[in-house]
């Protein structure tokens, strides 16, 4: 499979090694606007293009990879808002997109495990909160990590109908801390407290390893696909 990275930064590079040890081949990597200009004959030589570039610029490369009938692996976030129409030209167009807000195999887990405890959380009168940590250098806070836990509890737990970074605990708005500091790679945790008890769910990211195995599964996955597809489909759901 021949590759284009779009964004070449510290993920960019953790991709390549996960790529080249799968017997992969890159072809190009793309960083900055210059390049884009200087390189997209490369592109055009790609399978699949994986973007770990910034939110600002994940909706252009999506938009330049279909131009192209590239198809796309999205790991950045913060982009979700634009989302609709995103899915509605890659419908209309045939492309195929794989986006996710977290490509760990481990932590798409906990997304499964965080709905289990979200729902009996209702069911026994647990109340609920979420605390995410990241390095200094991570743009978004929340993280789309983060979002999509909080997203979860929500649609699952019906003491929750909304999340907020300022909310206050006891009350139907879900508790988010975001907390940037150092080299931390992830850490995401939902504490869930009783009167009697307290249990936390927790997963920790070691190093960037686990992002980008899942980068290039979700990559494998991809070809001769068309459609917008999530861990989801990945996991076989």
């Known amino acids: 499979m021949k590759i284009a990275l779009l964004g070449y930064g510290k993920m960019g590079h953790e991709v390549e090694k996960a790529a080249l040890a799968r017997q992969h ?34 909706v252009t490369n999506i938009f330049r990879c279909f131009d192209l009938h590239i198809p796309i692996i999205v790991g950045t976030t913060a982009w979700y808002d634009h989302l609709t129409e995103i899915r509605q030209r890659c419908e209309a167009e045939g492309q195929s997109l794989f986006y996710a807000p977290n490509f760990s195999i481990g932590m798409n887990i906990m997304f499964r495990l965080n709905k289990q405890l979200a ?13 995410e940590t990241h390095h200094i250098h991570k743009l978004d806070k929340p993280s789309g990590t ?30 988010v801390t975001a907390i940037r500091e150092g080299e931390v790679n992830g850490i995401h945790s939902v504490q869930a407290q009783s009167p009697a008890d307290k249990l ?31 861990m989801d489909d990945l996991f076989g759901e």
Do not use: M
Not at 31 to 44: F, G, M, Q
């Open 119 to 131: 729902t009996f959380a209702e069911k026994y009168g647990y109340q609920l909160a979420l605390t």
């Open 146 to 175: 983060a979002v999509k836990i909080a997203n979860d509890i929500i649609a699952v737990n019906k003491d929750y109908d909304s999340w907020s970074l300022d909310a206050q605990p006891g009350t139907n708005v879900l508790p």
């Open 25 to 58: 081949e890159i072809v190009v990597t793309i960083d900055n606007e210059s390049e884009w200009a200087e390189r997209t004959p490369l592109l055009k030589r790609a399978d699949v293009a994986i973007d770990f570039s910034q939110p600002n610029q994940a």
């Open 200 to 230: 936390t769910l927790t997963h920790e990211a070691f190093n960037r390893q686990g992002f980008a195995q899942g980068a290039i599964a979700a990559a494998e996955f991809l070809i001769g696909k068309h459609g917008c597809f999530t």
